[in-house]
């Protein structure tokens, strides 16, 4: 466990007293690793602190597996004496500060697009056990859920869903059907927004007859907005009442954000959780139930994917729909290649794969990225660690972006500031 604990975390973290932790160290009872993702000059990360400070305290003197639980701090701060103040505050250890290539690949390999942010991982694989830690920190301040591991779908949803006429179907009903699971509020204008869409994309699936449902977990502030949402809405609901049921999907999911729309197969697993940009991105319902594509064609619509951690890119002269095929089709084994491997060790993607031609999206994103004009150009642009990786050659062959791609997994390729 250790040799994998130093892989992911380096041979010492500090704590606040300045001293030197040993990762090696850290126990070899531990089983759950907490990854804390915070600043100190972030306001909501200061007030979670305080309520973590609470919970490890209380875990650590009175619970039975006080041992198999340790958490690291993972600082997005810039100035090192706010990080140190900060630190002080804190009963667990941290990555160095000056570690920002070892940070960066953890926020990166976590998918971590929002903080505070706390990942409970097993301490010796790295698999993600719970992606909503804040959410485990407010519903079970004993830790008495501990270890907070995934439980089936069809576990955590079971209880009665309500229509919007009011009457109530048990969730039981859900069975054997795909699933969206959508987490949206009235408040939020995106939210509304793809909630138009989806009326449209669900009606086509069900008149196709598809067993198909979705289910509302609400995020609105007020049973009455609810209410008013949810009339909008033709699927079911976890009653707005039940806040445990919702805060509980809210946590097995790990949701940082909304509108969030994630899609399950008639077992319950996940197909994926980028529903939202399936839906935008093919109103038809051509490609139900929206299983992961190893290449996409960059749009407005997907391009928020370029911020979710490293993306292959590949610029090609073409202007016209259907003239990315090509390109398309040479990467293609080499993403499903990569797709199947990360599948098999049950882990994410570390890598998205898409192609881009001439228009306005491709060009902002050369200019913002400053890229050459060349085409074909390959690339590898990572938005978060603001880096990116060119590879400007006159042609562009699967072995060519086989090697590139082998290479960046190794981390044997230098990256460029963006």
Known sequence: MSEFLVNLLGERL????????????????????????????????????????????????????K??????????DQDQKQWQDFLQEM?????????????????????????????FVDA??????????????????????????????????????????????????????????????????PCRSLTRVLVESYRKV?????????????ADRSEESFTQYFSEMPWLAVPYTDEARRSRLNRLYGIQGIPTLIFLDTEGHMITRQGR??????????????????????SESNAVQLHEGPCLVLFVDAEEEGELEPAKELIQPIAEKIMAK???????????????????????LRDYTNLPEAAPLLTILDMSARAKYVKDVEEITPAVVEQFVSEFLAEKLKPEPI
Request: charged residues 25%.
């Open 342 to 364: 990360y599948k098999a060790k049950e882990e994410e993607t570390p890598l998205l794969f898409f192609v881009a031609g001439e228009d306005d999206m491709s060009d902002s």
């Open 91 to 119: 009963q667990w250890p941290a990555l160095p500060f000056k570690d920002r290539h070892k940070k960066m690949k953890l926020w990166n390999k976590y998918k971590v697009t929002s903080i505070p942010s706390l990942v």
């Open 206 to 218: 069900k008149e196709s007859g598809q067993k198909f449902e979705i289910v509302f977990v609400s």
């Open 67 to 76: 041992d198999k639980l340790e958490i690291v701090f993972i600082s997005s």
């Open 124 to 189: 010796a694989t790295g698999k993600v056990v719970c992606r909503n830690g804040l959410l485990v920190v407010r519903d079970d301040p004993k830790g008495l859920e501990f270890p907070w591991g995934p439980k089936p779908f069809a576990e955590v949803v079971a209880g009665p869903l309500l229509r919007n006429n009011r009457q109530t179907t048990d969730s039981s009903a859900l069975e054997g059907s795909y699933v969206g699971v959508y987490f949206s509020a009235h408040w939020c204008p």
């Open 277 to 298: 940009v399936e839906i935008l991105n093919d109103p038809d319902c051509r490609f139900f139930p929206w299983h992961p594509r190893p290449v996409l064609e960059l």
């Open 14 to 65: 500090v704590n606040g007293e300045k001293a030197e932790v040993d990762v090696h160290a850290l126990g070899s009872k531990l089983s759950l690793l907490g990854l804390y993702f915070g600043c100190s000059l972030n306001g909501p990360c200061k007030q979670f602190n305080a309520s973590l400070c609470e919970f490890y305290s209380k875990f650590k003197k009175s619970s039975e597996h």
